[in-house]
């Protein structure tokens, strides 16, 4: 279903269980942005839904609930290092290098989550690699 943009957090999360009451065959919500499940856990249970959820782009609140049991899985994207990542063929691209690799097709790093994945700082959010910066550094010969 679509969710307009205004109503994130405030009556998008009724919507969803509308539509899963309507559609009971209906067994996982799919969020393509952590901050579309804002509410929607509490809208499920108040609902007494027991319905799977599967996120992207996970946010700290979604990786907590993934901690706790309450979210199914994420598929983490890892935006700090697509950022970087995005600054490196952006550098590249000026002086003539082609890109090569998976960066240079556009391939991010992502991970499906589980609870037993979250062992880490969930205030920073999740990253593939946590000694990114470093590793950029040394590929640009800058460390130190």
């Known amino acids: 279903m679509k969710i307009p943009v205004e109503t994130l957090g405030t009556t998008s999360p009724n919507a969803?269980?509308?539509?899963?009451?309507?559609?009971?065959?209906?067994?996982?919500v799919f969020n393509t942005d952590g901050e579309l499940a804002n509410g929607v856990l509490a809208a499920l249970q108040k609902a007494g839904l027991n319905t799977k959820i599967l996120t992207t782009g996970p946010t700290p609140v979604n990786?907590?609930?993934?901690?706790?049991?309450?979210?199914?899985?994420?598929?983490?994207?890892?935006?700090?290092?697509?950022?970087?990542?995005?600054l490196d063929l952006t550098a590249r691209q000026i002086i003539g290098q082609e890109p090569v690799g998976p960066e240079g097709e556009?391939?991010?790093?992502?991970?499906?989550?589980?609870?037993?994945?979250?062992?880490?700082?969930?205030?920073?959010?999740?990253t593939g690699y946590p000694d990114f910066a470093e590793r950029f550094a040394k590929l640009w010969g800058v460390e130190g």
């Open 106 to 126: 556009g391939i991010a790093v992502v991970q499906f989550l589980t609870s037993e994945d979250i062992n880490f700082d969930i205030s920073k959010g999740w």
């Open 16 to 28: 969803v269980v509308s539509d899963l009451q309507s559609h009971p065959e209906t067994t996982l």
């Open 63 to 86: 990786l907590q609930y993934l901690k706790e049991g309450k979210e199914t899985a994420i598929l983490g994207e890892d935006l700090p290092v697509l950022v970087w990542t995005v």
